[in-house]
T-cell receptor, first 114, second 114 residues
Framework: AQSVTQLGSHVSVSEGALVLLRCNYS??????LFWYVQYPNQGLQLLLK??????LVKGINGFEAEFKKSETSFHLTKPSAHMSDAAEYFC????????????FGTGTRLLVSP | EAGVVQSPRYKIIEKKQPVAFWCNPI?????LYWYRQNLGQGPELLIR????????DSQLPKDRFSAERLKGVDSTLKIQPAELGDSAVYLC????????????FGPGTRLTVL
């Protein structure tokens, strides 16, 4: 079964600093990968997705992620953090067999300090 | 365009009581998902509908959980009887079809079982 691992349950950055949230996947075939953001008491919102096209994917709110097959990684980055980026971020992989369901990681809480 | 609507937003019940959650997906979305999100975890799929048909309910605890989507639009998820371990956020999501890579999530129902 496919899975994703998010390293670090919490990441703290200062406003204006680089944001790096890590995600590694396990899959025997090229996967579809996603990053979602969840603000307090809200549902998940899609930030970006990789579907086997360009390896560098740009999403909303200035976020981007790079698919690296050799490292089985799909890390999320943003050059300059804003206070409004503080939220929970989830990496997910879509199974490419069976019912093709989304499998989520355990999430990383991003804290942004002034 | 209205998003995925869920109600209630919060529910507190005592164990052994029944509870029901309601979801109205985005208009025209044929695929509907129910997820459970435990504290500090990512969402886990409970059941997926294609129109009225439940096509993946392998993760639904069928001894106490049931779901329906009678007319292929709204859906209800029920727990009877609830247990302490059912405390979680129940998320509904929808997409235009099973091959659509973007699922749109509702705000969720936070269930507390005392």
């Amino acid at each position: 079964a496919q899975s994703v691992t998010q390293l670090g349950s919490h990441v703290s950055v200062s406003e204006g600093a680089l944001v790096l949230l890590r995600c590694n996947y396990s899959s025997s075939v090229p996967p579809y990968l996603f990053w979602y953001v969840q603000y307090p008491n809200q549902g998940l919102q899609l930030l970006l997705k990789y579907t086997s096209a360009a390896t560098l994917v740009k999403g909303i709110n200035g976020f981007e992620a790079e698919f690296k097959k050799s490292e089985t990684s799909f890390h999320l980055t943003k050059p300059s953090a804003h206070m409004s980026d503080a939220a929970e971020y989830f990496c997910a992989v879509r199974e490419n067999t069976g019912f093709q369901k989304l499998v989520f990681g355990t999430g990383t809480r991003l804290l942004v300090s002034p | 365009e209205a998003g995925v609507v869920q109600s209630p937003r919060y529910k507190i019940i005592e164990k052994k009581q029944p509870v029901a959650f309601w979801c109205n997906p985005i208009s025209g979305h044929n695929t509907l998902y129910w997820y459970r999100q435990n504290l500090g975890q990512g969402p886990e799929l409970l059941i997926r509908y294609e129109n009225e048909e439940a096509v993946d309910d392998s993760q639904l605890p069928k001894d106490r959980f049931s779901a329906e989507r009678l007319k292929g639009v709204d859906s209800t998820l029920k727990i009877q009887p609830a247990e302490l371990g059912d405390s979680a956020v129940y998320l509904c999501a929808s997409s235009s079809g099973p091959e659509d890579n973007e699922q749109f999530f509702g705000p969720g129902t936070r269930l507390t079982v005392l």
